[in-house]
């Protein structure tokens, strides 16, 4: 099995994130692998320990972005590659799937490739669909389990109605869901490992591919309005009386 | 302006925001509804009665299960063979603009379609502008923390839209049509085998009222766990007593029961119950949190809730800011108490 493992780096999910002067800033929050995308690692090495195989980590973004490669070499992907190009400032989501799908294309003989279901950062979600879409390849999305048959692919989707199994020839894209498992922590041997590894850098020449024109486009950045909510502090002497008062208030409303 | 709607459904059950999409639709111009599946009829006339001018329908045992190959690539068929068709003939002319509630599924199939027709998708939209002929669409990114408005520059414009974010059309029985069928494109790449419910289907996006408990629903003192559990154990046992509660008000309120992402974390409910993280903004009119604490990304997913409940133990819980009616105190003695008041209340 050659998995390929797709992940972004974005700042941390507990940073104030703010639009300010027209950019999204997030002070000094630190910059980590997308949370989702620790899933998208986590099943890739469940699935190289059930079947054998590597374990390829794979990630476009600018050079800061190889902390979040790093993180995956110390849970324990094999190696490594950093897509970056001073072209990708503009990259939307069927553009980093193209740019992706050509990487896929390059690295080669994969049999299957994870993505997280989404990123914190634009958080749409498309770019695992868009790329199965492009190399033309089943898509398997969010996935709670993963199992390898043969030449096979069975997930379980845990959508909103409930779960939904379904299968599909290899090779195959996947997302993932957090019922993969929780992400293993990197050991003090892998760490070491992702210390001394070299990471490849590939330039959009080095897939042969030009940059892609982004087809959607940010006009604005916005704070969201801040509801102007006045608390008020429901006392009384017994739960009964407190939640007597509390349920007029509410009433009183008119929101129900 | 020409508007797609894609009616999304799940084994029949259809998502509300589908209806929303259609008011949307209808605001800037005519609206044709398309119903994928088999053995959709009922879906076709609810479409018509909801307002659609008119309904496209792929009626095939091959489109029986939910697929994104065969889904997309009939739907990337029939708004590319509708691009081409004569302006003379408005109801058939091409899309502008194609919309779908935001679904798992929807993601997917707007995701590959746009891939087919090469334009964009713009992603759980809650505001759309018409500025001339340019939509102008606001969305969330970093997890709601920041807005854009954001466009797409190819065509149609493809948008999936917020659940409550826009108007319900109210259903008129007396609107009725004839729906045109489309063709098939059966080039399936997955095989369903197999489909288990969730226990409780958990759909916040739609949801008038939600309850939601956080890592305090495991901290009921009172309880005593049955013999032989180990600590982690005891934790889950005693939150979903916890939730238990919760579950009951919330079906007091007709709701449905949302969640931490440190009760989630924890193990005491499935994640699909949870708000606050990229994707799962919820608005609903009414939102009482019980044992939570309010981290950003949970403020930032109930924010937009109408009017928000809060109880807690801890009078410093930032929750309380963003709450209009705060209890300090235990919620295992406050939502039992608060469930029987609305029991009364409501007559239920």
Not at chain 1, 44 to 65: F, M, N, R, W, Y
């Amino acid at each position: 099995m050659k998995i390929i493992a797709c992940i972004k780096q974005v700042p941390d999910s507990e940073a104030k994130v703010k639009a300010e002067g027209g950019q999204v800033t997030w002070g000094d929050a630190p910059l980590v692998i997308n949370p989702f995308d620790e899933y998208a690692v986590e099943g890739a090495l469940q699935q190289k320990e059930a079947d054998g195989g590597t374990v390829t980590a794979l990630c476009i973004g600018p050079e800061s972005a190889r902390e979040a490669l790093k993180h995956a070499l110390a849970m324990g992907a094999d190696d490594a590659i950093l897509i970056s190009d001073p072209a990708f400032s503009e990259l939307d989501t069927i553009g980093a799937a193209r740019v992706l799908a050509a990487a896929i294309n390059k690295i080669g003989s994969a049999d299957m490739v994870v993505f997280g279901r989404q990123t914190l950062d634009n958080g749409a979600g498309l770019t695992p669909a868009q790329t199965a879409r492009v190399i033309g390849w089943p898509m398997l999305s969010w996935a709670g389990q993963i199992k390898v048959e043969g030449g096979s692919v069975r997930v379980e989707r845990v959508i909103e109605e409930g779960r939904v199994t379904v299968s599909a020839k290899l090779p195959a894209v996947i997302s993932v869901v957090q019922s993969i498992g929780e992400p293993r922590y990197p050991s003090f041997m892998g760490i070491r490992k992702a210390s001394k590894a070299t990471i490849p850098v590939w330039s959009l020449g080095d897939l042969g591919a030009t940059a892609p024109e982004a087809v959607v486009k940010r006009t604005e950045l916005m704070n969201p309005p801040v509801a102007d909510t006045a608390s008020e502090i429901i006392t009384g002497d017994t739960p009964q009386a407190i939640a007597e008062t509390l349920v007029e208030k509410v009433l009183a409303e008119k929101v129900l | 302006m020409k508007t797609f709607v894609y009616i999304d459904h799940f084994k029949g059950e259809i998502q509300p925001a589908s209806w929303e999409a259609i008011g949307l639709g209808k605001s800037l111009g005519s609206v044709s509804a398309i119903v994928f599946g088999s053995g959709v009829d009922a879906i076709t006339k609810a479409a018509f009665e909801h307002g659609a001018d008119e309904v496209f329908v792929a009626d095939d045992p091959a489109l029986a299960d939910y697929r994104a190959e065969p889904y997309a690539a009939t739907l990337s068929a029939l708004a590319s063979s509708h691009a081409s068709s004569s302006p003379a003939a408005p109801l058939s002319a091409g899309p502008d603009l194609i919309l779908f509630p935001t679904t798992a599924r929807t993601r997917e199939l707007a995701a590959m379609s746009a891939v087919d027709l090469k334009t964009g998708v713009l992603t759980d939209i809650s505001a759309l502008e018409a500025n001339g002929d340019e939509l102008i669409a606001t969305r969330p990114i970093y997890e709601g923390k920041v807005l854009e408005k954001t466009i797409c520059t190819g065509k149609p414009v493809m948008a999936t839209i917020r659940g409550r974010a826009f108007p319900k059309p109210e259903p008129d029985a007396s609107k009725t049509g004839t729906a045109t069928k489309v063709e098939v494109k059966a080039d399936a790449l997955t095989t369903v085998e197999g489909y288990s419910a969730s226990e409780s289907a958990v759909n916040l996006g739609d949801a008038g009222v939600i309850v939601s408990g956080g890592r305090g629903v495991s901290n009921n003192p009172s309880l005593q766990p049955p013999a032989g559990m180990d600590e982690k154990q005891v934790e889950i046992w005693r939150a979903q007593q916890g939730f238990a509660l919760i579950t009951e008000l919330a079906n007091v309120l007709g709701g449905a029961v949302g969640a931490s992402r440190a009760a989630v974390d924890g193990g005491y409910i499935p994640y699909s119950h949870q708000v606050g993280q990229t994707g799962k903004v919820v608005t609903p009119d009414l939102y009482i949190a019980c044992g939570i604490s309010g981290a950003i990304q949970h403020l930032v997913g109930m924010r937009n809730a109408k009017l928000v409940v809060a109880i807690n133990k801890d009078s410093d819980a930032p929750i309380f800011k963003q709450a209009r009616y705060g209890v300090v105190g235990d919620l295992f003695q406050i939502v039992p108490a608060l469930t029987e008041a609305f029991r009364k209340k409501l007559g239920k």
